[in-house]
């Protein structure tokens, strides 16, 4: 109720927030390849040399803790993927995308959270958008339709008039999210090396200049943060000449009679849930079953990874090393790029860049966890966050305050003071004149 009016009087003090993910773009994907936006927002603002993502490196866990600072396993939006392992039902990215229990799961996603702080918030194509949480949605939303073109920049532009000129200007929200499916589907199909990824990556950059003239236009530049961001990088596959694939169904000893569900043909990790006193054998069969297969107890996986206490896990995970994807009964999959992969792997990392008022100017700090992010919002829109594992410790030196908003709010509180104490003696004053 506090921060609800002080909100209400000190629009100065805390300014607006934008949010901005392209899916995949990968921390050094600037390099040699003409990227003037991109270069002129770093000159005017933060850069990071790139963010770890959190394990699982894919879309909607990734962004999920971007939203919520926590670590996958503490949010449990554990795959893109929703499954049923007694009905054996899946329903792919953009149906999970309407679970709403699938997201609304203990986890807190940072609009909710601004909203019952007295703020207004917004989010376009987010992953999470589309879901209810604790009855709440964020409070002005556009989810995409199922069969949508991600790389239209046309109607990139549209979208960022949207936000800018309607969400922002008109309406005077607070927070918005904004998401763009690119360069990630373009790295999948080319691969990351390839023409296609460097013409996507000059349309990224030409969205960006696109965006901060927007916001210039709308007279927003000195009240908005714009803070931009990815889930992950992307990671060449080796081509079938130069590898032996992993195929589960090749290996030695392995069978899948012995499998209750599997999540697998998705890149480079899968999960099993064995059939009841399966899991040893199934485990035995598969450990060492191809040299660039990990395969872990979900309990075993390692704890920098985040990604072994959740329930929804699978009791058997596996982790291929970059280059390689795991498939089942046989290959399914034909990408040239790809993502999932340790968080650890240079080819996982993502970008980050940020600008505004609150951000210090042509500053290059070090790298930092993606969980990390969420704080350093909460920090600039004023509002008290939810438990989360990023610590604002980690970001708040990008600031110009460094992280004392305090400092202004508690000046202009004095100066409000000040004058109800002048009007208090004025009117005393007057009233002992009368
Ligand atoms: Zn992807």
Known sequence: DLTKRIHCILPAVFKKLLLISFDGFRWDYDRDIETPNLDKMARDGVKALYVTPPFLTITSPAHFSLLTGNYVENHGVIHNIWFNTTTQEKKQYHAAQFVDSYWDNGSLPIWITAQRQGLKTGSLHFPGTAATYKGETVNVRQVEPAIYNHGNETEWRLNIDKVIGEWFHQQDLDFVSLYFG?????????????????????????????????????????????????????????????????????????????????????????????????????????????????????????????????????????????????????????????????????????????????????LMVDPFDLVNVYPLMCHLLGIKPERNDGHLDKTKHMLVHNGNVLIGLATVIGLLALVFIVMVSYNKCKRSKA
């Open 182 to 362: 690119e360069p990630d589907l373009v790295g999948h199909k080319f691969g990351p090396d390839s023409l296609e990824l460097r013409e996507m990556v000059q349309q990224v950059d030409r969205t960006v200049g696109y965006i901060r003239d927007k916001i210039h236009d709308h007279a927003l530049t000195d009240r908005l943060n714009i803070i931009i961001t990815a889930d992950h990088g992307m990671a060449k596959i080796l081509p079938d000449k130069q590898i032996q694939r992993i195929i589960l169904s090749k290996i030695p000893g392995f069978s899948f009679k012995d499998i209750q569900f599997q999540l697998l043909d998705y890149g480079p990790g899968g999960m099993l849930l064995p059939k009841k006193g399966k899991l040893e054998s199934v485990y035995q069969a598969l450990k060492g079953g191809h040299p660039h297969l990990h395969v872990y107890k979900k309990e075993d996986v390692p704890a920098r990874l985040h990604y072994s206490s959740h329930p929804r896990l699978l009791p058997i995970i596996l982790m291929a090393d970059p280059g390689y994807v795991i498939s089942g009964f046989f290959p399914l999959q034909f990408n040239k790029g790809d993502h999932g992969f340790d968080n650890e792997a240079m080819d996982m990392k993502a970008f980050f860049r940020a600008v505004g008022p609150d951000f210090q100017k042509n």
